[in-house]
């Protein structure tokens, strides 16, 4: 018998054992009748400080059967029966096409080539040892590759983040993609950390060895391979072509471009492929002590191994604005990740130590289609530019990153020195006026939302804290609209994927809409 045992309260000083001696206590039955032990879910409880507990859930097997009472803390786990996929009656002459390696194409990539379908795999990047190269190369000489840097390259812009996998969709999918994770390499504490995160520096490794995977199961990937045209005959996908000069026959395209492809974009628009204007926010990165936010968040338990450097989640409603904390990295440094030049755009990056002086994250303001000023529906992506623009300019036009002093951009002035936290950004910096690269609703409602955010973090407010812009690359700028066969509409076998397509905020979400592609196309194909 299997059962989940929930609400599992320990000290920030016990063990495993005393992990288990509660599970015997819950359920009546002595360890020596457990069968198999796993850790489903650990969570911080830090609501009562100074009493920190992490609380855990767990799946447990019994030897032979016991009489068990479910209730909220213990059900029984039932067999669950393995999704077998069903290849359709379509047979495809050419095998399916994957544009991009981010986690959308990766995943698609993955299912498919587990299948049998034999992928191919096309990255207008480098592979990610050789990315990893040329983006340090820019971070240190200002040397932009428009092709390969944090944007653009084997496993997309996650990673070169923090690699997150927290989601907030609720999809049996989320586990396969841990999962697969973990197969390729991350700690297996993904598969049950409330807030799991892989970290750049392993992540990496983790996309390198997906990719050996895939090829391992007949897939083929593809560096500095840019999709540079579509064919598109009688309203089916006939071809694409690659670098301007190959064309690749294929009746099914994967199209998980990422959220920066903005020179794709404009291919597929003019090759009539329906977009349309998306949400998204802007603002800037903001520095602080990481141990102010430990202090803030765990307080005289801050610095125990157990807790690791602490997160926060901050959000509030200005009228029509939403200010809110995106993608926070502890123990990490703010990265430029420009991928045109004449332009700065930050990112935040975490390793899986998480062991940096500083903690930052995006501290972001809501944009509607109506700040755009144009109903093109391309028009998002030149609002990004403008502001990006305005950034290299801020920073002294070349390459640097314009920074503040949080104090002075609170008082609206430019800053004339730095305090006590410096800048972690990976390029130069200048000091400057953030009010000069923002739109002017963006720097009000990131002012008025700073005191809320103090008065729930202790010291978020420091005048000495720093912020650096821009960060406008939250989410795609646009949608690419597809129907119920998550085809792109009007045009059979183009799948558009991921958060490039806007369907997707994240590494996890992302993965699991190339998963649901893959799984469309292969009950829709068969491929031999």
């Given amino acids: 018998m299997k ?3 929930r609400n599992l309260k320990l000290s920030l000083d016990e063990d495993i054992d005393a992990l288990k001696k509660l599970v015997c206590k819950k359920i009546k039955v002595s360890e020596k009748d457990f069968k198999n032990f796993r850790i489903v879910k650990e969570s911080i409880d830090a609501r009562k400080k100074p009493f920190i507990n992490l609380v855990y859930s767990v799946m447990v097997e019994i030897e032979g059967k016991i009489k068990v009472r479910e209730s909220t803390d213990i059900s029984i786990l039932e067999q669950e029966t393995e999704k077998v996929l069903v290849p359709g009656s379509i047979k495809l002459k050419n095998r399916p096409v994957v544009i991009g390696s981010g986690p959308a194409g990766l995943f698609a990539g993955l299912v498919l080539a587990q299948n049998g379908y034999r992928p191919l795999i096309l990255e207008r990047g480098e592979c990610v040892e050789k990315r990893t190269q040329i983006v340090n190369r820019y971070w240190t000489t200002g040397e932009l590759d428009p092709e390969t840097n944090v944007q653009f390259g084997e496993g997309g812009a996650g990673t070169f ?6 989601t907030r969709i609720n999809d049996r999918r989320c586990s396969i993609v841990l999962e697969e994770f973990y197969k390729s390499g991350a700690h297996e504490e993904i598969l049950y950390k409330a807030k799991p995160h892989i970290g750049s520096d392993v992540l990496k490794k983790v996309v390198s060895n997906m990719r050996n995977r895939i090829i391992e199961y007949g897939g083929e990937v593809r560096f500095n391979s840019k999709v540079t045209s579509i064919i598109v005959k009688n309203g089916s996908i006939t071809s694409i072509v690659v670098n301007d000069k190959e064309e690749i026959p ?4 994967v199209l998980a471009i990422g959220h920066s492809a903005r020179d794709t974009f404009k291919m597929l628009f003019d090759k009539g492929v329906e977009f349309i204007q998306k949400p998204f926010s802007i ?8 141990e102010l936010i430990d202090r803030a968040q765990y307080g005289e338990a801050a610095g125990h191994p157990r807790l690791g450097a602490a997160d926060y989640q901050l959000f509030q409603k200005l009228g029509d604005r939403t200010v809110y904390s995106f993608c926070m990295c502890p123990g990490g440094v703010v990265v430029a990740s420009a991928s045109e030049p004449g332009m700065i755009v930050t990112n935040g990056m975490s390793e899986f130590a998480r062991d940096k002086e500083n903690a930052n994250s995006a501290l972001v303001v809501s944009v509607e289609p109506g700040d755009f000023g144009s109903s093109h529906p391309l028009a998002g992506v030149d609002f990004q530019r403008k502001w990006e623009r305005l950034a290299f300019v801020a920073g002294g036009s070349c390459n640097r990153a314009p920074v503040q002093r949080l104090g002075d951009f609170i008082e609206g002035r430019k800053s004339t020195f730095l305090g006590t936290v410096k800048p972690s950004y990976t390029g130069g910096t200048n000091l400057a006026d953030i009010h000069s690269c923002l739109p002017t609703f963006v720097t009000d409602s990131i002012k008025k939302a700073i005191p809320y955010f103090d008065s729930k973090i202790k010291g978020f407010g420091m005048k000495d804290a720093v ?9 795609s700028p646009v949608r690419i609209p597809r129907g119920d066969t998550l085809e792109a509409i009007g045009i059979k076998g183009l799948y558009p994927a991921g958060e490039g397509a806007g369907y997707a905020g994240g590494i996890v979400s992302a993965a699991v809409d190339g998963i649901r592609i893959a799984e469309k196309i292969i009950s829709t194909y068969s491929y031999e």
């Fill in 250 to 253: 294929c009746e099914v395209a």
């Fill in 161 to 166: 983040s923090d690699g997150k996998l927290t």
């Fill in 3 to 5: 059962l989940i045992v």
């Fill in 283 to 290: 603002g800037v990165r903001i520095e602080h002590p990481q």
């Fill in 467 to 475: 912020i650096t812009g821009v960060e406008t690359r939250t989410s």
